[in-house]
């Protein structure tokens, strides 16, 4: 099976702007969760995503959003970007998303904010 | 709410001695743990879980970790490490109610000396 995957892996946009970035989970899984990845912050829970409805939601402004398809692939946008939205940013990918079920990590886009 | 505090944000050990990265969470309600390791430019690969049963758990690259609800720890241990194991390893928990919602440690980078 082919893992999850992310596009586009690298970003550099300039404050002001805004960016969607995109999530394939792995075949069959239909639970998404994002993750915002920095330096000072550690690696902290966005949102997750379960048949096209956001599940489970984090402590972040509602400048992040994001939306997942009926095949399951997942877009997270983020407006009005910050110096400080720069991060890596990591979506999972599980079956059902409950119970303990492992969450498989992508890559990662890697953005950076001008 | 869930915490999880990594009590050692570096851990130099020398290849082929024994290595133990620790763990302690807070939480009013009842959890599964995690450890994942982070290898340089990549996402995150999950090394072990605890759901329930058996206090020691076992995973893969030779780790294993015991969970300990009085003391509300989850240590992770290796008896020899190799240069291979040179990475950022998270503790991490999610709450039954909200499983597919992780809430990780600030992370332990370990780094082996030959």
């Known amino acids: 099976k082919a893992g999850v995957t992310q596009t586009p892996r690298y970003l550099i946009k300039t404050r002001g702007q805004q960016v969607t970035l995109s999530c394939s989970p792995i075949?069959?899984?239909?639970?998404v969760s994002w993750y915002q990845q920095t330096p000072g912050q550690g690696l902290q829970f966005l949102f997750e995503?379960?048949?096209?409805?956001?599940?489970n939601k984090g402590n972040f402004p509602g400048r992040f959003s994001g939306r997942q398809f009926s095949n399951s692939r997942s877009e997270m946008n983020v407006s009005t970007l910050e110096l400080g939205d720069s991060a890596l940013y990591l979506c999972?990918?599980?079956?059902?998303?409950?119970?303990?079920?492992?969450?498989?990590f992508g890559p990662g886009t890697r953005l950076l904010v001008l | 709410a869930q915490s999880v505090t990594q009590l050692d944000s570096q851990v130099p050990v020398f290849e082929e001695a024994p290595v133990e990265l620790r763990c302690n969470y807070s939480?009013?309600?009842?959890?599964?743990l995690f450890w994942y390791v982070q290898y340089p430019n990549q996402g995150l690969q999950l090394l072990l879980k605890?759901?329930?049963?058996?206090?020691l758990v076992k995973g893969i690259n030779g780790f294993e970790a015991e969970f300990n609800k009085s003391q509300t720890s989850f240590h992770l241990r290796k008896p020899s490490v190799h240069i291979s194991d040179t990475a950022e390893y998270f503790c991490?928990?999610?709450?039954?109610?909200?499983?597919?919602?992780?809430?990780f440690g600030s992370g332990t980078r370990l780094s082996i000396r030959p």
């Open positions: 075949s069959g899984h239909r639970s």
């Open positions: 995503y379960f048949s096209e409805t956001q599940r």
């Open positions: 939480s009013s309600v009842s959890v599964y």
């Open positions: 999972a990918s599980s079956s059902q998303g409950n119970q303990g079920e492992t969450q498989y």
């Open positions: 605890y759901l329930s049963g058996s206090t």
């Open positions: 991490a928990v999610s709450a039954y109610s909200s499983a597919s919602k992780i809430i």
